[in-house]
């Protein structure tokens, strides 16, 4: 039979009289709670009626030691009255009495309903607003991507679940917040009145649900990291946060229990935390410049006048060799970089392709494509314009302004949908847009495409 048992609660932090009927539930089982964190741990003890009280004192900080001369007065006080201190957690201090009916530990419901105001400000409120601001510049970190690249982004499986989860946390923390100021209000104005302290209402099952339902979201965000450049980042960050995070928690848990002050405990917290972001920011700078970051496709390395470069050997669907078919001695594949970058999401699927000379094989045509697969055709509108959207632009070059437009042409060689192609100052680009039902093709080449090639590309595609 087990001593012990842990579970995650759920109810608000100032949410007194449903923490009270809960403890007093289990204490009837045969569990006491003994310790609060994360998980409220329950250690095991003889079936019994208890009355638990909830208190809060908004003096203690976080990074002061647990029962500070003006906290053991008050908890003195309050065993000289039958209350037995159960657990803390920072601000909240719970109590046990074993009498029937005993004498509340606050009678002052104005008081009382100051001091939870002025401890959830600390330990609820503040912290949900940190994360609705993290939340919030993660939203403007990729909608700033969305701008540069839409359909990119769509592409991407984990931006979309990270989106997804982060908006349904933010919907439950904007409500919590807005929940808790119309309970403040309500309570305060019945303390001032009546007399009385309102009780708080529970969050309710269905809303109890949703930050697990983001959670859920945000481990796909994760596992749908689709590029393995991505994916080290994030591995990277993830462990810099956590390491991080057990500092803090360890030298600050070690300053509390050698009863170090709380200004200096926060003081070295700051420190600490400037300190290793600066030193893991020069570390992951370093890091691009050595090429950790870099393309993680398949390669291989070779020598060419005393330096070493790398070509990537990556399966594309169209190569160069397909439309200049014959006009290659030996295999080209020994003097090409194939590159491709491959991302989908359940929006859409998007190929980025590169056939690129190396720096031993001389003069060769080059090619670079990008195909876009459109799984939700009510957007295929909106993704076509967006591509063709990105072809309308004025750009300087030697002081002197240069405009690139994207015009119809034939599809019939293509044997496509739809055709494009780039002109610069009404001069034609050997670039090109085709459609193919849902699918989108932009392609770019160094040399005059003949109808024959656009009709291989359409094969292809």
Known sequence: MRETKRCIPKFTFYDKAGIRKYLEEQAERGWMLEKISVNWVFRRIEPRKLRFSVTYFPKKSVFEAEG??????????????????AATNEQMQIFYNEKEDPVPIETDAVMEVEKVHQSAKKSYVFPYILLLASWLLQVGMNLQR?????????????????????????????????????????????????????PAEGVGRVWSLLPYCAIFFILLEMFFLSSSRLARVFFYMLLMVGFL??????????MKRKGVSAAVNRLTVIVIGIGFTIVTTQGMFLMVIRGNFSHGGRSETYEYEGRTYEAGRDELPLTVEDLLQGEFDGDPRERYSYELTKKESFVLTRIEARQMPRRDAGN??????????????????????????????????????????????????????????????????KEYVVCYGNVIVEVNTEWELTEGQMGIVGEKF
Not at 245 to 254: F, K, Q, R
């Open 68 to 85: 500070s001369e003006e906290q053991r007065l008050f908890w003195d006080f309050c065993e000289h009255a039958g209350w037995k201190l």
């Open 364 to 429: 060769l045509p080059a090619m670079r494509y990008t195909v876009t697969k459109i799984k939700l055709p009510f957007l295929y509108d909106w993704c076509l314009r967006a591509v063709k959207d990105s072809y309308f632009y004025s750009r300087e070059y030697n002081g002197e302004a240069s405009y690139h437009e994207l015009r119809g042409m034939d599809a019939a060689p293509w044997g496509a949908d739809e055709a494009y192609r780039v002109y610069r100052d009404k001069e034609a680009e």
């Open 245 to 254: 995070t057990a500092l803090i928690a360890g030298v600050s848990g070690w």
């Open 146 to 198: 969305f701008g540069r690249d839409p359909l990119g982004t769509l592409a991407d499986n984990a931006v979309l679940f990270l989106l997804l989860g982060g908006t349904l946390f933010a919907v439950y923390v904007i409500r919590e917040i807005v929940r808790y100021f119309l309970w403040y209000k309500k309570a305060k104005r019945a303390a001032e009145e009546s007399g009385r302290f309102v």
